[in-house]
């Protein structure tokens, strides 16, 4: 496999994971949204095949960035790290991009927070919620309403952070299973 440019690379990949993720959360999303219990269990399982399939695609496309690598140059911890954080970020600010198109523009960010808190209040009255609880649940739901809505730049900044946090430990991770170290002498045979 022929060694191709870093960013062309990490930016195709991570494109390719960004708008995976975005998928994913629409459909997060949408069942949440709902109300309906059902479908918000539903969600739960979406969130699961989501996190292992992005944790597959980091391993999978890291893994195909190592094999463009001669066994004799090796492929090191940075190199995966920086290609891993590369590809974080890229999916990262596709999904925060993406996360406020449907949030703020397909949807309505007032019609969002109103189903919102619909769907919460309803999963939280079917789940026995001691009484005790209620009124801080009614505070919290207040508030939301009353808070405003977020800006893109804001929305980014928190899909980077949070992926940033979940993706750096990630790819401490897979760097450190992906690194190989270099045979200037070729296969070492075990005698």
Do not use: H
């Not at 463009?68 to 925060?96: D, R």
């Not at 001691?130 to 730049?153: K, N, V």
């Amino acid at each position: 496999m022929v060694k191709s440019n870093f960013w062309n690379e990490a930016c195709k990949y991570g494109a390719i994971i960004g708008l995976a993720m975005s998928v994913a959360y629409i459909i997060e999303q949408s069942f949440m949204l709902s109300g309906k219990l059902p479908l918000m269990m539903a969600m739960a399982l979406v969130w699961v095949i989501a996190s292992v399939g992005y944790i597959v695609m980091l391993y999978y496309f890291t893994k195909r960035r190592r094999a463009a690598y001669a066994p004799e140059e090796g492929f090191s911890f940075g190199q995966g790290f920086g290609f891993l954080i590369a590809m974080v970020l890229l999916a990262a600010l596709i999904k925060g991009v993406i996360e406020f198109l449907y949030r703020s523009v397909l949807i309505g960010y007032s019609e969002y927070m109103d189903r919102y808190i619909n769907a919460m209040s309803q999963a939280i009255s079917g789940g026995g919620v001691p009484a005790s609880m209620e009124g801080f649940y009614a505070q919290t739901f207040e508030q939301m309403q009353s808070m405003p809505e977020p800006s893109i730049l804001a929305t980014v900044w928190s899909a980077v952070f949070g992926n940033l946090l979940v993706g750096g430990l990630l790819s401490l991770i897979l760097a450190a299973v992906l690194a190989r170290a270099p045979r200037p002498f070729g296969p070492q045979s075990e005698e």
